[in-house]
């Protein structure tokens, strides 16, 4: 800063985070301190609550570099949209652009029941596709939980300058966690109506091999059928 005060440069240190950094707790950091205890104040939820009890385990596993590097809007916006979805059950996703473009952040959450290493690389496929991705990373965390937490980290360029539509990318992770059988039933449904359609599925739909599932799409079982 020169003698007006005007800013002249910038120091920056770059580095990497310390194991210490991932394993003390929260409350003996700081800014991460800080962030937190803003979003209790913020969502008044009485701590030994149901939604208080959630809120204090979605705040110990939600992953340290995100907590870290995220602004406190977007941590508010994600922490609190995680804590409507636990309640409702669903797939929701969550975006963060790195704020020097170098990649985007994604975490979803899935139906534990739905997860496999199938949707994984179908949901990395829908993300690299969507923003012109040249690499991903991911990471899962299972819980005794409902939901499975799946953080990808898309490399691409210019990650803070894409345009994205967070309800379509739902929509695309939502159709490709629907099982084989999701989709038969929803054919037979359309076809012959949900009476007829229920009782086919349920007399055949779970005595179908595995290799007429991989060879047959749903819509041309209904015909079988």
Same mark, same amino acid.
């Given at each position: 800063?020169?003698k007006?005060? %005007?800013?002249?440069g910038?120091?920056?240190?770059?580095g990497?985070?310390?194991?210490n950094?991932? #394993?003390?707790?929260? /409350?003996?950091?700081?800014l991460?301190? &800080?962030?937190?205890? =803003? !979003?209790?104040? =913020?969502?008044?939820?009485?701590?030994?609550?149901?939604s *208080?009890?959630?809120?204090?385990?979605? +705040?110990q596993?939600?992953?340290?570099?995100?907590m870290l &590097?995220? #602004?406190?809007?977007?941590?508010?916006?994600?922490i609190?949209?995680? +804590?409507? #979805? $636990?309640?409702?059950?669903?797939?929701r996703?969550?975006?963060r652009p790195?704020?020097?473009?170098?990649?985007?952040?994604v975490l979803?959450?899935v139906? =534990?029941?739905?997860?496999?290493?199938?949707?994984r !690389?179908?949901? $990395?496929?829908? !993300?690299l596709?969507?923003f012109? *991705?040249?690499s991903?990373?991911?990471n899962?965390r299972?819980?005794?939980?409902n939901?499975? $937490?799946v953080?990808?980290?898309?490399?691409?360029? /210019?990650a803070?300058e894409? /345009?994205? %539509?967070?309800d379509?990318?739902?929509a695309?992770?939502?159709?490709?966690?629907?099982?084989?059988? /999701?989709? +038969? $039933?929803l054919a037979l449904n359309?076809?012959?109506?949900?009476a007829a359609?229920?009782?086919?599925?349920?007399r055949?739909a779970?005595n179908?091999?595995?290799?007429? =599932?991989?060879?047959?799409?749903? %819509?041309?079982?209904v015909?079988?059928?």
């Amino acid at each position: 800063i020169d003698k007006k005060g %005007n800013v002249l440069g910038e120091w920056r240190f770059f580095g990497l985070y310390s194991s210490n950094a991932y #394993s003390t707790p929260i /409350d003996q950091v700081p800014l991460l301190r &800080q962030k937190t205890a =803003r !979003l209790k104040e =913020r969502a008044q939820l009485p701590a030994a609550s149901h939604s *208080g009890k959630a809120l204090r385990h979605l +705040l110990q596993h939600y992953p340290r570099d995100e907590m870290l &590097q995220a #602004s406190y809007e977007q941590f508010e916006e994600t922490i609190l949209g995680m +804590l409507e #979805s $636990q309640e409702r059950r669903q797939l929701r996703l969550f975006i963060r652009p790195d704020t020097y473009g170098r990649f985007i952040s994604v975490l979803i959450l899935v139906p =534990r029941d739905h997860y496999d290493t199938a949707l994984r !690389l179908r949901m $990395q496929g829908i !993300l690299l596709d969507a923003f012109e *991705g040249h690499s991903a990373e991911f990471n899962v965390r299972l819980s005794e939980h409902n939901l499975a $937490q799946v953080q990808f980290t898309i490399h691409c360029h /210019d990650a803070h300058e894409r /345009d994205y %539509n967070i309800d379509k990318l739902e929509a695309l992770m939502t159709e490709a966690m629907a099982s084989w059988k /999701d989709r +038969l $039933q929803l054919a037979l449904n359309e076809k012959l109506g949900e009476a007829a359609g229920n009782r086919l599925l349920q007399r055949f739909a779970d005595n179908l091999p595995a290799a007429y =599932r991989d060879d047959v799409t749903p %819509n041309r079982a209904v015909s079988d059928l």
